[in-house]
C-alpha cells in the first residue's frame, strides 16, 4: 500500500532501505509497523512484510517465538 503523502512514502522507502543495509551489517533485527486509519507498513529487517499476519505475530517472530502461519 502506497501513503498518500508522497514526501513520506519516500521517507519510508529510504527507511527501509537503510534498516535492511544495516541488518545486513550487523545482524541486528528490526521491526517496523505504522499504522494510519487508512495506511499500515509492515517491515522486518527493512523488508515489507510479504505475508498478513498482525502486529503482534510479527513482534513474537522477532522475539524467536512460534512463527506465525504461512510466514515460511
Known amino acids: 500500500m502506497?501513503?498518500?503523502?508522497?514526501k513520506v512514502q519516500e521517507a519510508i522507502v529510504q527507511l527501509c532501505d537503510a534498516l535492511c543495509e544495516y541488518e545486513r551489517n550487523t545482524g541486528i533485527e528490526s521491526i517496523l509497523i505504522l499504522r494510519e486509519p487508512d495506511f499500515?507498513?509492515?517491515?522486518?529487517?527493512?523488508?515489507?512484510?510479504?505475508?498478513?499476519?498482525?502486529?503482534?505475530?510479527?513482534?513474537?517472530?522477532m522475539l524467536g517465538k512460534d512463527k506465525p502461519e504461512g510466514s515460511e
Open 40 to 61: 499500515v507498513c509492515r517491515a522486518v529487517d527493512g523488508k515489507p512484510a510479504v505475508f498478513d499476519v498482525t502486529d503482534e505475530d510479527m513482534i513474537d517472530c
Open 2 to 6: 502506497r501513503h498518500n503523502s508522497d
